[in-house]
């Protein structure tokens, strides 16, 4: 990209006038680059976006729509990512993945963190202090996975959510607690890239622009779980010292169990044990 490309970008952005016809990904980088900084917040989005798409990769033209370059710039970008190492491209597919570089950094600076192992003494104390479901959420790209779940003692479980399942964000109590704590841009691009999956929940963009924003004034999810209206569903993101989601927990109790009074006793308890497991994040050393 050269520096008149550069300098019409940044001019649109400061007057807004092109703004809201922008894809996306575009949009999201112009709102969230410092001044001079566009091409270094370009290739993390561009990354974000293979990260999102992992499993399948993504042959470049689509990499180049979804973040609404020209097919030129993108080749440039992710030819260097990729004879960096942030990017690998199959030999036969010809679609890029992460690359092995990003592994190697990931290893370096967390070599020993394991969500599940941190969270279960707090999801093994919630759940024999308030007798229900205690869940481990984490983020995927564009979903959540439950990574964990504990069962309580009382006899009627309320379980909502299976160990391995995946949800878009925003979709169900952790799921929703995870997407509420990213940046307001952050979190609306990942609305508007999950609108096209929603409704197979009976959701859509609006009510989960809704729910987050509730969520954020509320400070925590309290709602319905998703699969029976039966069932209620408390959760709290647990958050790294810069305010980044490791991950979330939630807790699911028929509804006749979990009253508003009893909801927010529950969401002290998880406060309390999240707190200790963010004490535990620190101690490792990650921030």
């Known amino acids: 990209m050269d520096r008149t490309e550069i300098s019409h970008q940044l001019e649109d952005t400061a007057s807004g006038s092109a703004e809201d016809d922008r894809p996306g990904w575009e949009r999201f980088v112009a709102s969230a680059a410092p001044q001079g900084a566009l091409g270094t917040v370009r290739i993390a989005a561009l990354l974000r976006i293979v990260a999102a798409h992992n499993t399948e990769g993504m042959k470049l033209n689509e990499i180049a729509r979804m973040a609404g370059l020209e097919q030129s710039t993108a080749h440039r970008i992710v030819a260097a ?35 599940r192992e941190i969270c279960l003494p707090a999801m093994e104390a919630l759940a024999e202090k308030v007798g229900d479901t205690v869940y481990l959420s984490v ?10 779940r504990v069962e309580g003692s009382y006899p009627i479980r309320a379980c ?11 979709v169900g109590a952790g799921s929703l607690a995870l997407l509420s704590t990213l940046p ?10 999950c609108a096209a999956r929603y409704p197979d929940y009976g959701l859509s963009a609006d009510i989960v622009t809704r729910a ?18 039966d069932v209620l569903a408390v959760a709290l993101p647990i958050t790294g010292r810069t305010g980044h989601p490791y991950g ?24 309390d044990q999240i707190g200790r497991v963010q004490a535990r ?5 990650y921030v």
């Open 81 to 115: 990512l990729h004879s960096v190492g942030f990017l690998a491209r199959e030999q036969k597919g010809r679609r890029y993945h992460l690359g092995p570089l990003l592994f190697e950094l990931f290893t370096t600076a967390f070599p020993h963190f394991n969500p």
């Open 212 to 229: 987050v924003e509730r969520v954020r004034a509320e400070g925590h999810v309290y709602q319905p779980a998703l699969t029976s209206n």
């Open 184 to 193: 307001e841009v952050e979190a609306g691009l990942i609305i508007e890239q």
């Open 160 to 170: 909502t959510l299976e160990v391995g399942q995946r949800r878009p964000l925003g």
């Open 248 to 271: 979330a927990l939630s807790i699911t109790a028929m509804a006749s169990r979990m009253s508003p009074e009893r909801a927010l006793e529950t969401v002290a308890a998880m406060r």
């Open 281 to 285: 994040i620190h101690d490792l050393g």
């Open 139 to 148: 983020r995927n790209g564009l979903d959540s996975l439950c990574t964990d």
